[in-house]
């Protein structure tokens, strides 16, 4: 299933994991440099890494892989609750739940294809979203969610030490994952997510699950069968879902029906078309992107437009200050959407395709310049 990395995979891989690892300083001065936002970057870029290997590898597109994400977050805060608020159970078990999700509904979705497919994806996360909500509340806390309480009987913990006051915090082996450490996991999940994507890519199964996308009715007719490998495309897709959804209760023990709705599907869409449709950094940014609009241009209000115009004259301050409150506070949302369209008009490819085409074109200017240096050394001294 997976096959050997080049050299070029492996500098990919080393400049990824290392700007993953230093954001925390070079984030800071655009103001994406504390613990909870790094936190949303990393499990997002996991859910969209996930989301990627089925849409951008097959062609399948989903529209229900919240399903997976709150999953994953409902098995997490269960093994917080019964078991241990240590995060590598609760992680194990979110990707494990989400796992045997996605078979279930991936059995029963891949029977059709194309609009169908996403059809049905939409209609088994509803489903899930409902009964979270209402029908499962014994096991969900419907809209209130499930959190810790002192009740919990955490049964590996309190073997070893009585329970405290108050309630406790998600620890790996003692450290608290409040804060930078807890970036730090995420940081580390993301890496791996990373590096196990690039080697997905880089397989005889990656390049199988290429030729269904561009052709499958043909592989069909050659007699091969292609249902084993988008469901296991699909497993694989939920899976890394599963593990964001535990994640997200990691760093904050608390699991919401909310996380399962239709939007949270289609958020994660639109980062993988922003960032870039089947490519292995696109997705992470795009991710990066939505969650830094999100949380960033979100938070800005009248007092900080009116100190950013500060030195235009009164007039032209009240002008700019009500023209600019269109597109941050809650109006984000359409500086997003003005980005994306553009995207999507100007850059098919995503992001990915805005920096290849920049590289390419410093690449012309670097070989125009290494070609007129040359002709102007060639010529004879008069």
Same mark, same amino acid.
């Given at each position: 299933?997976?096959?050997?990395?080049?050299?070029? !995979?492996?500098?990919?891989?080393?400049?990824?994991?290392?700007?993953?690892?230093?954001?925390?300083?070079?984030?800071?001065?655009?103001?994406?440099?504390?613990?909870?936002?790094?936190?949303?970057? &990393? /499990?997002?870029?996991?859910?969209?890494?996930?989301?990627?290997?089925?849409?951008?590898?097959?062609? #399948?597109?989903?529209?229900?892989?919240?399903?997976?994400?709150?999953?994953?977050?409902?098995?997490?805060?269960?093994?917080?609750?019964?078991?241990?608020?240590? $995060?590598?159970?609760?992680?194990?078990?979110?990707?494990?739940?989400?796992?045997?999700?996605?078979?279930?509904?991936?059995?029963?979705?891949?029977?059709?294809?194309?609009?169908?497919?996403?059809?049905?994806?939409? %209609?088994?996360?509803?489903?899930?979203?409902?009964?979270?909500?209402?029908?499962?509340?014994?096991?969900?806390?419907?809209?209130?969610?499930?959190?810790?309480?002192?009740? !919990?009987?955490?049964?590996?913990?309190?073997?070893?030490?009585?329970?405290?006051?108050?309630?406790?915090?998600?620890?790996?082996?003692?450290?608290?994952?409040?804060?930078?450490?807890?970036?730090?996991? &995420?940081?580390?999940?993301?890496? /791996? &997510?990373?590096?196990?994507?690039?080697?997905? =890519?880089?397989?005889?199964?990656? +390049?199988?699950?290429?030729? /269904?996308?561009?052709?499958?009715?043909? +592989?069909?007719?050659?007699?091969?069968?292609?249902?084993?490998?988008?469901?296991?495309?699909?497993?694989?897709?939920?899976?890394?879902?599963?593990?964001?959804?535990?994640?997200?209760? %990691?760093?904050?023990?608390? %699991?919401?029906?909310?996380?399962?709705?239709?939007?949270?599907?289609?958020?994660?869409?639109?980062?993988?078309?922003?960032?870039?449709?089947?490519?292995?950094?696109?997705? $992470?940014?795009?991710?990066?992107?939505?969650? #830094?609009?999100?949380?960033?241009?979100?938070?800005?209000?009248?007092?900080?437009?009116?100190?950013?115009?500060?030195?235009?004259? !009164?007039?032209?301050?009240?002008?700019?200050?009500?023209?600019?409150?269109?597109?941050?506070? !809650?109006?984000?949302?359409?500086?997003?959407?003005?980005?994306?369209?553009?995207?999507?008009? =100007?850059?098919?490819?995503?992001?990915?395709?805005?920096?290849?085409?920049?590289?390419?074109?410093?690449?012309?200017?670097?070989?125009?310049?290494?070609?007129?240096?040359?002709?102007?050394?060639?010529?004879?001294?008069?």
């Amino acid at each position: 299933m997976f096959a050997n990395l080049s050299r070029n !995979d492996w500098l990919l891989f080393l400049g990824f994991s290392l700007v993953v690892l230093i954001s925390p300083w070079t984030l800071t001065p655009f103001g994406a440099g504390y613990p909870a936002l790094l936190q949303k970057f &990393c /499990i997002f870029g996991i859910f969209a890494l996930g989301f990627n290997i089925l849409f951008g590898l097959t062609g #399948y597109l989903s529209f229900g892989h919240a399903a997976f994400l709150g999953v994953g977050s409902y098995a997490a805060v269960w093994s917080f609750k019964l078991f241990t608020m240590n $995060v590598v159970p609760s992680v194990i078990f979110g990707i494990a739940a989400a796992g045997l999700f996605a078979v279930v509904i991936g059995f029963i979705s891949l029977r059709r294809s194309g609009i169908y497919f996403s059809i049905l994806t939409l %209609a088994f996360a509803q489903m899930s979203y409902n009964l979270a909500y209402s029908v499962l509340t014994p096991i969900t806390n419907g809209e209130t969610g499930l959190q810790l309480t002192l009740n !919990d009987p955490r049964i590996i913990d309190n073997a070893f030490a009585a329970p405290g006051a108050g309630l406790p915090q998600t620890n790996l082996f003692g450290i608290d994952m409040s804060g930078y450490p807890g970036f730090y996991f &995420c940081a580390g999940a993301l890496i /791996i &997510c990373f590096f196990l994507t690039m080697r997905i =890519f880089r397989s005889p199964f990656g +390049m199988m699950l290429r030729a /269904i996308k561009s052709n499958q009715n043909r +592989m069909r007719y050659t007699g091969f069968n292609t249902k084993p490998y988008l469901l296991t495309a699909f497993v694989i897709s939920g899976m890394y879902a599963g593990l964001a959804g535990s994640l997200m209760a %990691a760093t904050d023990p608390l %699991a919401g029906a909310e996380r399962m709705q239709w939007t949270a599907s289609g958020e994660v869409v639109l980062m993988t078309i922003l960032g870039g449709v089947g490519t292995l950094v696109g997705p $992470v940014l795009g991710a990066g992107v939505i969650k #830094y609009f999100e949380n960033i241009f979100s938070s800005f209000n009248e007092g900080t437009l009116h100190a950013t115009f500060a030195f235009l004259p !009164d007039g032209l301050e009240t002008v700019a200050v009500k023209l600019a409150g269109l597109f941050v506070g !809650d109006g984000w949302h359409l500086t997003l959407g003005v980005i994306f369209m553009l995207i999507v008009i =100007f850059l098919p490819g995503g992001i990915m395709e805005g920096i290849a085409r920049l590289a390419k074109l410093a690449g012309v200017k670097r070989k125009s310049s290494r070609a007129e240096l040359s002709a102007g050394s060639a010529q004879p001294a008069e």
